[in-house]
């Protein structure tokens, strides 16, 4: 099959909360931690604007999504919360999770700029743990599973924004590479194939 790779192939592209949700109904479930659940779900019905989702886009379907929140941080500025982050179960433990995370942490903080001073999650999931460790989110302290990141100097700023483009460039590179290979070599193969 003669596959044609988009301009904008593993880019993140907003979609409406319904789809988001439905995208949760269809693949939310883990062998780690059972279901999982938004803690936006009402807020994504609403369409509120301070919430939102957004799809990976590959040449044939989306295989991920991510949604989060924004809102006012009492000491001023804005903080951000990853929600849920979803990939299509025959795709997972391939880095696509960490590709959306990064793409989402990029889009935050370009849209944002500095007036983005924190971005937090619950990362109950492990992949979701070992990601934001490794960008160096820190675990609140006791049991539960709350990472958050404080941007509040240029310096942090700056650091967590080096540390991200250099996750989003290996894991498009490497993505984008696969896409290609099955776009032109006899043998390539679509990493993303029965994708939602």
Same mark, same amino acid.
């Given at each position: 099959?003669?596959r044609s790779?988009?301009?904008?192939?593993?880019? /993140?592209?907003p979609?409406p909360g319904? $789809?988001?949700?439905?995208? *949760?109904?269809r693949?939310?479930?883990? @062998?780690?931690?059972g279901?999982?659940?938004?803690q936006?779900a009402?807020r994504?019905?609403?369409?509120d604007?301070?919430?939102?989702?957004?799809?990976?886009v590959?040449?044939?379907s989306r295989p991920?999504?991510?949604?989060?929140g924004?809102?006012?941080?009492?000491?001023g500025?804005?903080?951000?919360?990853?929600?849920?982050v979803?990939?299509?179960?025959k795709?997972r433990?391939?880095?696509?999770?960490?590709l959306?995370?990064a793409? /989402?942490?990029?889009?935050l903080l370009? $849209?944002?700029g500095?007036? *983005?001073?924190?971005i937090?999650t619950? @990362?109950?999931?492990p992949?979701v743990?070992?990601?934001?460790?490794?960008a160096g989110?820190?675990?609140a302290?006791?049991r539960?599973?709350?990472?958050?990141?404080?941007?509040?100097?240029d310096?942090?700023?700056?650091?967590f924004?080096?540390?991200?483009?250099t996750?989003?460039?290996r894991?498009?590179g490497?993505?984008?590479?696969?896409?290609?290979n099955?776009e032109?070599?006899?043998w390539?193969k679509?990493?993303?194939e029965?994708?939602?």
């Open positions: 099959m003669s790779v988009p301009d904008d192939n593993l880019s /993140l592209v979609i319904m $789809d988001f949700l439905r995208m *949760l109904s693949v939310g479930r883990s @062998a780690e931690v279901p999982v659940a938004s936006y009402e994504l019905r609403a369409d604007e301070m919430v939102g989702a957004f799809a990976l590959t040449c044939e991920a999504a991510i949604s989060y924004i809102h006012k941080s009492p000491r500025g804005m903080s951000a919360r990853l929600d849920t979803l990939v299509d179960p795709i433990r391939g880095g696509v999770g960490a959306v995370m793409l /989402l942490f990029e889009r370009t $849209d944002l500095e007036d *983005l001073i924190n937090s619950m @990362a109950v999931h992949a743990a070992h990601v934001v460790e490794a989110f820190e675990r302290p006791g539960t599973p709350l990472y958050s990141m404080r941007l509040g100097s310096e942090a700023h700056d650091s924004a080096a540390r991200n483009r996750v989003l460039t894991r498009q490497y993505l984008k590479t696969q896409c290609l099955c032109h070599k006899p390539g679509p990493w993303c029965g994708a939602a």
